[in-house]
């Protein structure tokens, strides 16, 4: 009997190092360095957060994703996750270790995909956490439908050369280099004819036009970027993967950093459940706690049973992800757990949002921000509505139409056939009367 929802006391000492370490030292990050997470570190920052990621790796918690070849400790998934609900409660904890989206999923490919030249120029110093990456993949006409893109690149002699718009290149403007993805052959299917391309941002004809801000944040002060890539000139070394082999590395990218992110939001969730139940207790209305009151008492068993779910199906994904050791085997689970996310981090952020009154709808408390946080997880890495497609596709793999007229399941076909099984007893029964 295997099954076993313990996690083994040396991990969980860890575990409870890292509770401890981020809530201590590494959630006052976010308070200090709001929006500074993927900028070089440097000065003052590099003062403060060097010897909290040196903490880290002595404690054998530093991108624990990534197997020991990559620097890692080849962890899995599942401990991975049981560490990122720990870190999704702050904006810099992945970053503290080393497991900060997007650029572990760009380092991801790399690893797959790179050469050992590639690898030694983008990988290792991103591993090292001294530089970050953007990936370039949306275009303002197309983003959820891949085969819409337009960006070219065609070759010249030994170079190619890169021509077209991008669109929500995430920290872009503080990247070091970006993969694009570019149509490099239009008589094939887009499937096969469009390559990805490691770029450094400095590369002539990279043009960052605009700096889009999310909701609260100043117009052109954000951090996606709508990019224009101007005659933008790389050697054919800087082709990842093989040309036409954009769709398939995709494909490996977006299904790590979508469980991961899944992952963080179970730790962001449970956030917003303790300020609601903080909150139901401290507070008196009409004669009694808010915590006596049922509506309340709704909220919070809702929100409780909501994320207990959640946890448990990601907790589950991660496992089959080791298991397995192949993402396309648990398409169907990552994809699901993408679904559920914004449903569930929204869901619990405005009821935590609701019982604090007024004050909770303030930019003093982090509700709408989550709620945000819950309608941008319902777009990066792909629409909701995508992945319900995906789901549902996969889900219907297991099962054949009927042959005749009538469902399987029909009653009156179901009880005749039952009636001739037991044809011999009825009968028996039936001349007794
Ligand atoms: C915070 C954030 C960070 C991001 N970071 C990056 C990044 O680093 N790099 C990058 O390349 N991209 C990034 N993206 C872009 C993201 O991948 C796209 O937003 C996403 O793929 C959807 O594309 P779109 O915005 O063009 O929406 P569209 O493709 O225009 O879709 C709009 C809506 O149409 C509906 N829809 C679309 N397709 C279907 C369908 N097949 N069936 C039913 N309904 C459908 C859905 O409601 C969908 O939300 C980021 C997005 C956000 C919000």
Redesign the pocket.
Known sequence: MAWDFETDPEYQRKLDWADEFVREEVEPLDLVWEHEQFVPLEGARRAAIEPLKKQVREQGLWATHLGPDLGGQGYGQLKLALLNEILGRSSWAPIVFGCQA?DTGNAEIIAHYGTSEQKQRYLRPLLEGELFS?????EPQ????PTRFETRAVRDGDDWIINGW?F???NAKTAAFLIVMAVTNTDVSPYKGMSMFLVPTDTPGINIERNVG?YGEPINGGS?ALIHYENVRVPNEALLGGEGQAFVIAQTRLGGGRIHHAMRTIGLAQQAIDMMCERALSRETAGSRLADKQFVQGYIADSYAQLAQFRLFVLNTAWKIDKYNDYKKVRKDIATAKIIMPTVLHDIAWRAMQIHGALGTTNEMPFFRMIHGAG?MG?????T??HK?TVAKQVLRDYQPTDGMWPTQWIPAKQQAAREKFAEFLEHEAGNL
């Open positions: 997007p953007s990936y370039s993949m949306t197309a983003g959820a439908d991008k929500f290149s995430s999310l996606h941008v777009l990066a890495d792909g629409p509505e995508v497609g």
